[in-house]
């Protein structure tokens, strides 16, 4: 809910919900989308003998990623990842505030434990979408720097498209293609969901609150509500990422599962591998959170359906 505590409802309307997370969601990946994939190729690219690499840093990423795929090479993926990111954050911010409602106290409380749970559950509920979207767009997303490295090399370079590459786990796994790395995804959204919405929540509790009665915080708050939560998160939450990353993704080392991915990792690159991509990571999830969670919070979804958002939950 993440606005202060009223008496509670005497219903909860789940369509207007999901309505708004499904636009929030859209409008916060189209912003942050080109850091998203420099934060994947710089988890999954590979260290030479010498410990040469192919970027250096993020900056460096986004000029070979420009220099050699052009300005629309940072958007590679991007249309499976904007297509399903409706369903995606639809369910998890409509199914955070489903939970919250109902493990609320009569009068709108929620508990520190039951914010967790709800937030938690959420993210459980997610990965049905999540997986198969993440799996689609770190494989196109890491498409192009294989792509770059074989031209490099002076090999042919076969294009590769979201539809091709889900024909062909269809093909080879069927349906259960498109979950690989689901427990990875599962637990990394999960243990995300679980600070993320509390803390958001309690942060956007604070702040100045609009001048209408509602007692809703104004827009720059919940914001930076979001914004912050979705850092504090994101970090915690990155060595879960790279593993999760590293299991889906096409190229490079191979993996049986998450232990051995992260003993494999530990053994070649050591601790610091599992931070990778992090500083990338938070600049993409701060600001996607704080953007979604802005339009979300204006209550698109009870407009387009005439609803009074002040009255419904």
Same mark, same amino acid.
């Not at 988890?43 to 629309?72: H, L």
């Not at 709108?108 to 997986?131: D, E, H, K, M, N």
């Not at 991509?277 to 953007?291: A, E, K, N, Q, S």
């Given at each position: 809910?993440?606005?202060?505590?009223?008496?509670?409802?005497?219903?909860?309307?789940?369509?207007?919900?999901?309505?708004? +997370? *499904?636009? /929030? $969601?859209?409008?916060?990946?189209?912003?942050?989308? &080109?850091?998203? %994939?420099? !934060?994947?190729?710089? =988890?999954?690219?590979?260290?030479?003998?010498?410990?040469?690499?192919?970027?250096?840093?993020?900056?460096?990423?986004?000029?070979?990623?420009?220099?050699?795929?052009?300005?629309?090479?940072?958007?590679?993926?991007?249309?499976?990842?904007?297509?399903?990111?409706?369903?995606?954050?639809?369910?998890?911010?409509?199914?955070?505030?489903?939970?919250?409602?109902?493990?609320?106290?009569?009068?709108?409380?929620?508990?520190?434990?039951?914010?967790?749970?709800? +937030? *938690?559950? /959420? $993210?459980?509920?997610?990965?049905?979408?999540?997986? &198969?979207?993440? %799996?689609? !767009?770190?494989?196109? =997303?890491?498409?192009?720097?294989?792509?770059?490295?074989?031209?490099?090399?002076?090999?042919?370079?076969?294009?590769?498209?979201?539809?091709?590459?889900?024909?062909?786990?269809?093909?080879?796994?069927?349906?259960?293609?498109?979950?690989?790395?689901?427990?990875?995804?599962?637990?990394?959204?999960?243990?995300?969901?679980?600070?993320?919405?509390?803390?958001?929540?309690?942060?956007?509790?604070?702040?100045?609150?609009?001048?209408?009665?509602?007692?809703?915080?104004?827009?720059?708050?919940?914001?930076?509500?979001?914004?912050?939560?979705?850092?504090?998160?994101?970090?915690?939450?990155?060595?879960?990422?790279?593993?999760?990353?590293?299991?889906?993704?096409?190229?490079?080392?191979?993996?049986?599962?998450?232990?051995?991915?992260?003993?494999?990792?530990?053994?070649?690159?050591?601790?610091?591998?599992?931070?990778?991509?992090?500083?990338?990571?938070?600049?993409?999830?701060?600001?996607?959170?704080?953007?979604?969670?802005?339009?979300?919070?204006?209550?698109?979804?009870?407009?387009?359906?005439?609803?009074?958002?002040?009255?419904?939950?």
């Amino acid at each position: 809910m993440g606005q202060s505590e009223q008496k509670k409802p005497a219903q909860f309307n789940i369509l207007p919900k999901i309505i708004n +997370g *499904g636009i /929030a $969601g859209v409008i916060g990946v189209t912003c942050v989308y &080109p850091l998203d %994939l420099v !934060k994947t190729r710089l =988890q999954n690219q590979p260290i030479g003998p010498n410990g040469e690499r192919m970027y250096k840093s993020i900056a460096d990423c986004f000029r070979k990623t420009i220099a050699s795929e052009g300005f629309f090479g940072m958007y590679r993926g991007s249309a499976i990842n904007i297509l399903l990111i409706t369903p995606e954050k639809a369910i998890k911010l409509a199914a955070n505030d489903y939970f919250r409602y109902h493990l609320s106290t009569n009068e709108g409380v929620v508990s520190l434990p039951r914010a967790g749970l709800a +937030g *938690g559950l /959420a $993210g459980l509920f997610q990965i049905v979408v999540t997986t &198969p979207m993440e %799996l689609l !767009k770190i494989q196109m =997303q890491d498409a192009g720097r294989v792509a770059t490295a074989a031209r490099a090399a002076g090999q042919e370079v076969k294009k590769v498209t979201a539809l091709g590459l889900t024909k062909q786990l269809l093909r080879e796994r069927g349906i259960f293609g498109l979950y690989k790395g689901v427990g990875a995804t599962g637990v990394r959204d999960v243990t995300f969901s679980v600070i993320y919405f509390p803390l958001m929540a309690s942060i956007n509790n604070l702040g100045p609150r609009k001048a209408d009665g509602s007692g809703e915080a104004v827009f720059y708050w919940s914001m930076m509500a979001g914004y912050e939560a979705g850092t504090t998160a994101a970090f915690t939450v990155t060595p879960l990422d790279v593993i999760k990353t590293r299991l889906q993704a096409s190229g490079g080392q191979k993996y049986d599962g998450i232990m051995d991915c992260v003993r494999k990792t530990l053994y070649n690159e050591g601790v610091s591998a599992f931070f990778k991509g992090g500083l990338c990571r938070v600049m993409v999830v701060g600001p996607l959170f704080g953007i979604a969670q802005t339009f979300y919070f204006l209550g698109v979804g009870e407009t387009i359906l005439g609803m009074d958002k002040h009255k419904s939950i």
